[in-house]
């Protein structure tokens, strides 16, 4: 297929939510992005597997990168897309409407409109991010080449509604295990009851729901954290006394401090336990504080807010760039199967951005 990039927006939307990518399989979307950007004298257009970057090479003094991931999560009977007139407007219906192609939408129809914009712009396309990280586009482009993402401020499209959502949380995920002994229940008091030992742990984990609200500024945007039972596991029969239980616990934790602090403070906390670490990612602070994230906020002049989930902005503020989220869309949408992006919200954010990046520099930055 081919994409007119300068053309309606909204065609363009729909044109790329009915090409299928769900993850490692974005080869027909890549192909049908890098034909298309190729057409346009000012940009520089590399590929590195199913990841596309196109970038201006105008000599500004500030380079702004701008990306989005062209995968889906699993077709769930949910394309071809159609298009759902609501009280408030018309919205696309169709698998990553919402996560997250508004957002690759409106990136391609300004990679192609803003010929001289007065910031360099990176635009980034790239591939698996709902998969695990070790097929991450953006991990790959940086292993291939780091001067692909070099950037002064990294804009990720993630559906925010059109609002500006600094930093992310962290997020941790581990299991605590109690070891009894096995018995028949009939004679319970030869073993020792593993899920009963579970409850000073559950103990502690209500106790710290009612304790506070465990809300955390971090650069003027304000973050709740959340540390909560997932799953629990234990027994072997109707009739035996458990010999062991598993309780998974999930850390949301704010970016005021880091993954291995975020560690620290569980294994305080659960000392005396067996802890095993399932995951464990960095959160990224909202680098607000920066001049020309600063300035990006001005124009676009809503509130900016806290992310709570954990979003690739933190790959960028591993790299020391600092990151935000701003993109078309709702994120409580993303992943369900009645996915859907408002389209008058990728209106907002292309006029948002593109007069931004077009605009005069604005005296607030150095
Ligand atoms: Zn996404």
Known sequence: MQLDLAGDLHVLFRDIVDIRSESLHEKELADAIDAALRQFDHLTVTRIGNSVVAATHLNRDSRVLVAGHLDTVPVADNLPSHIETRCDGDYLVGRGSCDMKGGVAVGLHLAATLAAPSRDVTWVFYEAEEIAAQHNGLLRLRSHDPRLLECDLAILMEPTNAIIEGGCQGTMRFTLTTEGQAAHSARSWAGHNAIHD?????????????????????????YREGLNATMVQGGLAGNVVPPEATVQINYRFAPDKTA?????????????????????????????????????AR??????????????????????????????????????????????SLDDCA????????????????
Request: charged residues 25%.
């Open 198 to 222: 579970l409850l000073p742990i559950l103990r502690i984990l209500s106790d710290w729901q009612v304790s506070g609200d465990h809300l955390v500024e971090v650069d003027g945007l304000t």
């Open 351 to 366: 006029r948002a951005l593109a007069s931004w990046l077009d605009g005069s520099r604005d005296e607030g930055e150095s």
């Open 260 to 296: 291995q602090q975020a560690e620290q403070l569980m294994r305080a906390m659960f000392a005396g336990w067996r802890m095993d670490v399932l995951d464990l990612s960095s959160p990224a602070r909202p680098g607000l504080d920066q001049p020309l994230a600063q300035s990006f």
């Open 299 to 344: 124009s676009v002049a809503t509130m900016p807010m806290p992310k709570y989930g954990w979003t690739d902005v933190a790959r960028f503020f591993e790299m020391g760039r600092p990151a935000l989220n701003f993109g078309p869309g709702d994120a409580m949408y993303a992943h369900k199967a009645d996915e859907c992006c408002k389209l008058s």
